[in-house]
């Protein structure tokens, strides 16, 4: 399995972006997708997460500006980020739980976008 992310960039303050995730390979279906994030001299963090039927989960810190959505056909998660603030510079992983067609679960990760907010 993997996972492919893009649409990382530099964006100014105030400006938005939209990630995208796609996973690929040995998938019968997929649990929870999410997007966690690492600053330079930080631990990784979650950002947010979704359930297969559209549950949400996201950190106090983007509630409100950030909004995860998931195309179970597409096997793809997508994060769209607004208001960003430089706060919010980190390189951005996705993951997915994945049940494959031998009925074995596991957690893949993507290699990571970077997301760079700055004036």
């Known amino acids: 399995v993997q996972l492919q992310a893009s649409g990382g960039g530099l964006v100014q303050p105030g400006g938005s972006l939209r990630l995208s995730c796609a996973a690929s390979?040995?998938?019968?279906?997929?649990?929870?997708m999410g997007w966690y994030r690492q600053a330079p001299g930080k631990q990784r963090e979650l950002v947010a997460d979704i359930g297969y039927g559209g549950s949400t989960n996201y950190a106090d810190s983007v509630k409100g500006r950030f909004t995860i959505s998931r195309d179970n056909a597409k096997n793809t998660v997508y994060l769209q980020m607004d208001s960003l603030k430089p706060e919010d510079t980190a390189v951005y992983y996705c993951?997915?739980?994945?049940?494959?067609?031998?009925?074995?679960?596991?957690?893949?990760w993507g290699k990571g976008t970077q997301v760079t907010v700055s004036s």
């Open positions: 993951n997915a739980d994945v049940l494959n067609d031998y009925y074995d679960s596991m957690v893949y």
């Open positions: 390979g040995n998938i019968f279906s997929i649990n929870t």
